[in-house]
C-alpha cells in the first residue's frame, strides 16, 4: 500500500494503527508521530505516543533517533497541554516482564488523577 512506511510490519498492531488498518482515536498526528487514546485507560486521560516508524522498544533507540524522540516528547506535552493537564506521568515499558504487550515502542501518557510511586 502507497502510503505504509517502508518499516511496516504486517504482525504489529501498531504499524496497523499508523497505516490506518485498525481505527483508533488520534488526538495528534505529523510527519513522524502518532498520539492515540489507549482502548484500555488506566486513568481519566490515557494516550498513546507512538513513531510512525516501526521501532521495537527504546531499547531500539539509538542516538540517531535523537529527532525522533524530541517530535515525541514534543507532541506529549503538547496533547497534555492542550487535554488540560498541569501533572502526569510518562511511561515505557521495556519488555514482557516489564509489562509490554505490544512490541512497537510507545510512551504511555496518564493523567487526571493523582499517581502512586512506585508503579506496580
Ligand atoms: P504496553 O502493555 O505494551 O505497555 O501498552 C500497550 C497498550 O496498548 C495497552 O495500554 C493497551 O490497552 C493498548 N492497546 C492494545 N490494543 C489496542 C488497540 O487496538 N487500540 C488502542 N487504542 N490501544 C490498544
Ligand atoms: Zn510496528
Known amino acids: 500500500m502507497a502510503d505504509r512506511d517502508p ?3 504486517a504482525d504489529c498492531l501498531f504499524c496497523r494503527i499508523v497505516a490506518d488498518e485498525i481505527p483508533s ?3 495528534f498526528e505529523d510527519g513522524q508521530v502518532i498520539v492515540f487514546r489507549d482502548i484500555n485507560p488506566r486513568a ?5 505516543a507512538i513513531p510512525r516508524r516501526h521501532v521495537r522498544s527504546a531499547a531500539s533507540l539509538t542516538h540517531a533517533d535523537g529527532d525522533l524522540l ?3 516528547f514534543g507532541a506529549l506535552h503538547w496533547v497534555a497541554r492542550e487535554l488540560g493537564l498541569d501533572d502526569y506521568r510518562i511511561v515505557s515499558n ?3 516482564g516489564a509489562g509490554q504487550s505490544v512490541f512497537h515502542l ?3 501518557l496518564l493523567g ?6 512506585p508503579p506496580g
Open 7 to 9: 518499516t511496516y510490519q
Open 25 to 27: 482515536d488520534r488526538v
Open 44 to 48: 481519566p486521560t490515557h494516550v498513546l
Open 70 to 72: 524530541a517530535a515525541l
Open 94 to 96: 521495556v519488555g514482557a
Open 106 to 108: 510507545h510512551f504511555h
Open 112 to 117: 487526571g488523577r493523582p499517581m502512586t510511586w
